[in-house]
């Protein structure tokens, strides 16, 4: 009898073996998505603790820790200004357990660099943006100038001697300042620094005439007294500073602007995985808890469909490309 024993256990494997075969890839995938997380999920951050890509990612990963029962880990990878961990993610394993959370500099990657080793719209699956933080033109206020209007009249009164800092060459802070730059018709002279908070500090020093800055880091300064606010960037105004005018509100026509975050997979990752993902995150950042943490400090939870997360991030890196193009933006 052990070898009729051997015979049938060798015929019910080969015919699960043909069930499985013969299972529509949709069917294997849905079931997958049933079991997922059967395990803990790491999001790799291309960036420091304490940045906001960095936080989006903690507080996202807390709730589906809490929702799912599963570890979710926090993997800060910060070097080559995230490439690096985008490389490491776009070659991880595609299901659902190795996550990337990414900031705008990721659209912003392939306009500065004429080789990565990754496609940044073809080897990733949008998950969603979390949350998008908009930013804020501001000036000292010893400058002499109390709006747009002042800060327009004196660059273009002195071509080449008004200046403006950021977070580095290829930054969002850059690209969010040369379009102001490049929609007033000014001629001006960009300065850049190694982080946001520093970028700030020289404006408020009066070693830099201005900077568009993220509301997350400027608000506190401006409620100080340390900085003067003379537009935010979005298409409307932000509830933190209400009295503050838009830029295109200011006279600076075609003007709008959110540094955002996202959450990123592997390109190949099975879509409803990618969905399950979509809807959990989803359902955390509309968390009126979440909503009133990000708002006081400026920001907004904005998830989106997976599919319009990968549109956006094409348009973006066209976006990008066109303006480091027009105001020649290298990497060093």
Known sequence: MPHQNERCAKLLGLCAFAAMATMPCGALAADAAAAFPAKPIRIVIGFGAGSTVD??????????????????????????????AAQMVAGA???GYTLLSVSASHAVAPAMYAKLPYDTAKDFAGITTTVSVPAVLVVAPGLGVK?????VSM????????TF?????????????????????????????????????????????????????????IREGKLLALAVSPAKRVA?????????EAGVAGYQ????????APAKTPRPIVAKLNQEVSRILNLAESKERWNAIGAEPVPI????????????????????KAANIKAD
């Open 147 to 151: 709006n747009v209007k002042d800060l």
């Open 257 to 264: 602007w959110q540094t955002w975050f996202g959450l990123l």
């Open 55 to 84: 936080i989006s990612a903690r507080v996202v990963g807390k709730g589906l820790s809490e929702s799912w029962k599963q570890q979710v880990i926090a993997d800060n990878r910060p070097s080559a200004g995230g490439i690096l």
């Open 240 to 248: 933190v500073l209400p009295e503050v005018p838009t830029l295109m």
């Open 305 to 324: 469909a997976p599919e319009a997360f990968d549109k956006y991030v094409a348009e973006q890196i066209a976006l990008f490309t066109k303006l480091a």
């Open 165 to 221: 800092s950021s977070a580095g060459i290829g930054s969002a802070t850059h690209f969010s300042a040369e379009l102001f730059v490049s929609l007033a018709g000014l001629n001006v002279v960009h300065v850049p620094y190694k982080s946001v908070p520093e970028q700030i500090t020289e404006v408020m020093v009066g070693r830099v005439n201005f900077t568009l800055a993220p509301a997350s880091n400027a608000v506190p300064f």
């Open 155 to 162: 660059a273009k009164a002195k071509p080449g001697h008004v």
């Open 93 to 95: 394993n595609p299901d």
